[in-house]
């Protein structure tokens, strides 16, 4: 009896430090994947904003771009499976994650793409296989189009920037409400943003959830801002006619934040991309399906490295 008892305490002191102490036992919790992940924690400044930024594996280095309200560790999941190959360099961007906030600073596309630009002189980072999620995708999309030597090849996972992806109920809301579930006004709102923003919800321990919500309630009025100027950026179809650059666009069928259409619209504008439409995913794939995809994408860029060298 007395071992069944212990073996229960043993059990459960995980599951009430993880709800007693959250802030700690997120901190511990997201320190153990990212190392399980090949990763590291580094910092960085440009543009005189601090960016942290997770660093890991060997091989080319691919820079992955998080999503509006995400930040690097929306990639940490999926770069176990992506550092044997590749040098993973994930930042937060200016606004988001641990990154510097500025209620009085501009958050543009063309101005977080001069972030990711500095970025990576910071890093010495001269050309990069660039990826991203979402606003991620957006911005990647429009730095390989401004400055295509510095970007070998595109990832995008559900990427804005076109007015296909743009015509979703949920953002054509927004432009009539102001109101968005990317938008947190209270902690219980963070719940609604996770079940928009996948379709099966992956596991996140209560301390994860508990210490996002806390921060994305009082980023309201920054992401409020953030929003607006993402929203009055000019749209990739409105700047640029075709980029060349070689792309794997993937989409999730089930995304309810960017219309799916928003994958034929991308490939339209990038000729030598490919397509990998997803069912059963919602708008986050490296979150949902993360071995899925980022077998998919290794496998592509075996096709596009064979290409160059042939």
């Not at 990832?155 to 432009?175: K, N």
Request: hydrophobic share 45%.
């Amino acid at each position: 009896m007395n071992m069944l008892l212990g073996l229960l305490v043993a059990a459960l002191l995980p599951v009430f430090f993880d709800r007693l102490f959250p802030e700690t036992a997120a901190r511990l919790g997201l320190a153990l994947e990212r190392r399980y992940s090949g990763l590291r924690r580094y910092s960085a400044i440009a543009n005189g904003f601090a960016m942290p930024f997770l660093d890991g594996g060997k091989g080319e280095p691919l820079l992955l771009i998080h999503g509006f309200a995400g930040d690097k560790d929306n990639f940490c999941r999926i770069a176990r499976f992506l550092t044997p190959h590749y040098r993973v360099i994930i930042p937060d961007l200016p606004g988001f994650g641990e990154a510097s906030r500025d209620l009085n600073a501009n958050y543009s596309m063309a101005d977080q793409v001069a972030n990711v630009c500095a970025f990576m002189d910071q890093l010495g980072l001269q050309q990069v296989h660039l990826g991203g999620n979402s606003m991620g995708g957006f911005i990647a999309s429009q730095l390989a189009a401004t400055y295509p030597d510095r970007v070998s090849s595109l990832w995008l996972l559900d990427a804005a920037g076109t007015q296909a992806a743009h015509d979703s109920d949920m953002l054509q809301e927004y432009l009539v409400t102001d109101d968005v579930p990317l938008l947190v006004r209270s902690e219980q709102d963070f719940k609604t943003l996770l079940q928009a923003a996948t379709y099966k919800t992956p596991f996140m321990p209560y301390s994860i959830k508990k210490t996002y919500a806390r921060r994305a309630v009082t980023d309201y009025p920054l992401h409020t801002k953030i929003m607006a100027q993402l929203t009055a950026s000019p749209l990739l179809e409105a700047q640029f006619s075709i980029i060349s650059t070689p792309a794997l666009i993937v989409w999730g069928q089930e995304d309810r934040m960017l219309s799916p259409d928003g994958a034929w619209a991308l490939h339209t504008l990038l000729p030598k991309s490919q397509v990998r439409m997803m069912p059963g995913v919602g708008h986050m794939p490296m979150l949902e399906t993360p071995r899925q995809v980022a077998m998919d994408y290794i496998h592509y860029r075996q096709t596009v490295d064979l290409a160059t060298k042939s």
